[in-house]
């Protein structure tokens, strides 16, 4: 299946996890691949494994605006156009809100939320011009609260629902805007949880399918919503959560 043929997307958070996943797909679909991220060695070890000739390592903190104008330029400069953007890029800092100092407040929306505010202001003239795609990696934590989480969550709130007024807004000019809304994934940024037992256990006991989700679980859905096999799909936040958003809530009866 080469859905992706002759175009060009780009992945930011693509050096471990979910954009990892996400940018070998897209390649393995025969696309144009820009790896973004902050950390240059974590890009050029997963570009070692793609076509050179269709990859493009291009190390960016998209939270300085800067540097996410820059990604987009080096995107046109190598490859002439753009006609997928995947926000991925993102961090999460966990404790009470009293804990929570200003820095590391700012730091996760400047991430999370100016990240995707900054690439898609910049990638969003030449997606115009190639009636293109955005998705955006929010989070269950983007439609519902966590303990402990108050920064995550309200950062990936406003992704959740920016993605739903870009889909208004650029609907009618050709510009389709979704989400994905993981639950648990096996990440880096995840690893912590992953290591703790019990903890683990209890997700499995919440998720219906039973299991944590795995990169390319999200990876699949994110190059379905940007092909053109959701032609007819904009503003949907679709939940790659194993089905634990199917759920009221409640605990498990007998």
Not at 52 to 81: C, K, W
Request: proline share 4%; charged share 25%.
């Amino acid at each position: 299946m080469q859905r992706f043929a002759g175009k060009v997307v780009v992945v930011t958070g693509a050096g471990s996890g979910i954009g990892e996943g996400t940018a070998r797909r897209f390649a393995a679909e025969g696309a144009m691949v820009v790896l973004c991220g902050r950390t240059e060695a974590k890009l050029r070890r997963v570009a070692a494994d793609l076509d050179a000739e269709r990859t493009l390592v291009q190390p960016a903190d998209v939270s300085e605006r800067a540097q996410a104008e820059a990604l987009i330029a080096a995107t046109l400069a190598r490859f002439g156009r753009l006609d997928v953007l995947v926000n991925n890029a993102g961090t999460v800092v966990t404790g009470p809100l009293l804990e929570l100092e200003p820095e590391a407040w700012r730091r996760v929306m400047a991430t999370d939320l100016d990240g995707v505010y900054f690439c898609t202001r910049a990638a969003l003239p030449h997606l115009l011009e190639a009636k293109g795609s955005i998705v955006n990696v929010s989070s269950v934590s983007g439609t519902g609260g966590d303990w402990n989480m108050s920064a995550y969550n309200a950062a990936k709130g406003a992704v959740t629902n920016l993605t739903r007024s870009l889909a208004m807004e650029l609907g009618e000019k050709g510009v389709r805007v979704n989400a994905v809304n993981p639950s648990f994934t096996l990440t880096d940024m995840t690893r912590d949880m992953a290591e703790d037992e019990a903890l683990v256990a209890k997700f499995r006991e919440r998720i219906p399918l039973g299991r944590p989700g795995e990169p390319a679980d999200v990876a699949d859905v994110i190059a379905f919503l940007a092909s053109e096999d959701a032609r007819f799909v904009t503003g949907v936040n679709l939940p790659v959560d194993g089905g634990l958003s199917a759920s009221n809530g409640q605990p498990r009866q007998a």
